[in-house]
């Protein structure tokens, strides 16, 4: 009786172990989030900043996309309005 009790607790363990692990997984892949100038950004670290759009050198509002992994380090890219490099050449 107790090793049928052991036994299957063990296999309790060993699938919520892993369907944890499985959770991990899928949150550490980067989210493609719009950015709201509201929102409050929770961010740790800097991976990558480019440009969504190729008019990089054009003066006026282009599109940025930047990654990021937050406190928690959960990976997120998001999409965000800037002004062009040539807007800076005064």
């Known amino acids: 009786?107790?090793?049928a009790l052991f036994a299957a607790l063990s296999m309790?363990?060993?699938f919520a172990s892993a369907n944890d692990?499985?959770?991990s997984a899928s949150a550490s892949a980067p989210?493609?989030?719009p950015y709201d100038y509201t929102q409050d950004l929770d961010i740790a670290k800097v991976v990558r900043i480019s440009n969504a759009s190729s008019g990089a050198s054009e003066c006026g509002?282009?599109?940025a996309q930047m990654e990021y992994v937050?406190?928690?380090g959960v990976s997120?890219?998001?999409e965000y309005t800037?002004?062009?490099d040539e807007c800076e050449k005064g």
């Open 1 to 3: 009786m107790k090793y």
């Open 12 to 14: 309790f363990s060993l």
């Open 21 to 23: 692990n499985l959770g």
């Open 31 to 33: 989210q493609n989030d």
């Open 61 to 63: 509002p282009i599109k």
């Open 70 to 72: 937050d406190s928690k």
């Open 76 to 78: 997120h890219k998001l």
């Open 82 to 84: 800037r002004l062009g």
